[in-house]
């Protein structure tokens, strides 16, 4: 954990089976805005401890990969598709807090976008392709893990996985979490899956 946020912190200091789907039940959206964020975007990149974004997806594995910074010089937005032709969004920002965001569009699975327990599987399969081919200092793969032990815990019961809930998957001081944000439809069949993964405050 302090690797990480060294890593963090001195980086900063360079920078100035497919079910049916249900349509009555299904959220419609026109399209991903990688603009949007779970956490605010308020900031002076000077005031803040956390590094400016840099590309976190490997070229030797998505050749198609474009990063953009954006114009506050602290948020990055990167682009890439998966071998079956998923579309991937990752958007890192925050300032006292680490923040990647991945929108992932799909057209691979197909169920109502309120059964959390086929879509929370649906995004781990999905985001272990993703983390074949990134290097970040989060601990995706323990994130994932929690995740799919959070689904299986609440697969029988009342208490199963709610949107933005969160789930810790680190330590406590700063804290490594993450949430599942957004199950939404698009158009021709595809949907658009969303999940957050936070570390801090740094």
């Known amino acids: 954990m302090l690797g990480l946020l060294g890593i963090l912190f001195l980086a900063g200091c360079d920078q100035p089976k497919k079910p049916a789907v249900k349509k009555e039940s299904v959220k419609e959206a026109s399209a991903a805005n990688p ?56 958007k890192q920002s925050g300032c006292e807090y680490y923040v990647l965001n991945f929108r992932m569009e799909t057209s691979r699975f197909a169920a109502d976008t309120t059964d959390l327990l086929y879509w929370g599987d649906a995004t781990i399969q999905l985001m272990r392709e993703v983390n074949k081919g990134i290097s970040t200092p989060l601990e995706i793969s323990k994130g994932l893990s929690k995740l799919a032990a959070r689904l299986q815990a609440g697969k029988n019961s009342k208490n199963r996985l709610k949107p933005d809930e969160e789930i810790d998957f680190g330590g406590t001081d700063p804290r490594e979490y993450l949430t599942v944000n957004r199950i939404s439809q698009l158009a021709d069949q595809r949907f658009l899956l969303e999940i957050t993964f936070n570390y801090g405050p740094i």
């Open 35 to 90: 603009g949007d964020s779970t956490v605010a975007d308020t900031l002076n990149p000077a005031d803040c401890p956390r590094a400016a974004a840099t590309p976190v997806a490997k070229k030797s594995i998505f050749p198609d990969a474009r990063f953009a910074l954006q114009p506050d010089h602290h948020t990055g937005i990167e682009t890439f598709t998966l071998p079956k032709g998923d579309k991937i969004t990752i």
